[in-house]
């Protein structure tokens, strides 16, 4: 969205991370009207249960030592994207986070699905 942006073709009121976006430091984060928004896409790799932890930790280093590095790290950046490498413990962490988030949410706002 950032080419639209800076070529006048969108208007952005704001960016739903917590924090305003280095690239774009005038456009605030909704977080500093509404305290406590946050709403990020994210990408991240699973594995089937019960895959051994050895294959996971395997797994999860080779992804972060290529966030680190390399082809996919460039990639990563020049779409403007955050890298966020981390454990299998935390990534399951957070996806366990957001599910409560959005049930939560889905809840309150008497969200069903039919």
Do not use: C, H
């Not at 932890?53 to 030592?65: C, F, H, S, T």
């Amino acid at each position: 969205m950032q080419p639209l942006i800076n070529d006048g073709k969108l208007r952005a009121l704001g960016v739903t991370s917590a924090t305003r976006l280095k690239d774009l430091p005038d456009l605030p984060a909704i977080a500093e009207s509404v305290p406590g928004y946050a709403v990020t896409s994210f990408f991240g790799i699973v594995a089937p249960a019960r895959t051994p932890p050895a294959i996971v930790e395997r797994l999860n280093k080779a992804l972060n030592d290529g966030m680190v590095a390399g082809e996919m790290r460039e990639s990563i950046l020049n779409l403007k994207w955050a890298l966020a490498p981390s454990t299998s413990q935390e990534f399951s962490s957070f996806i366990a986070a957001e599910q409560q988030k959005w049930r939560m949410i889905a809840e309150q706002a008497n969200i069903r699905i039919d």
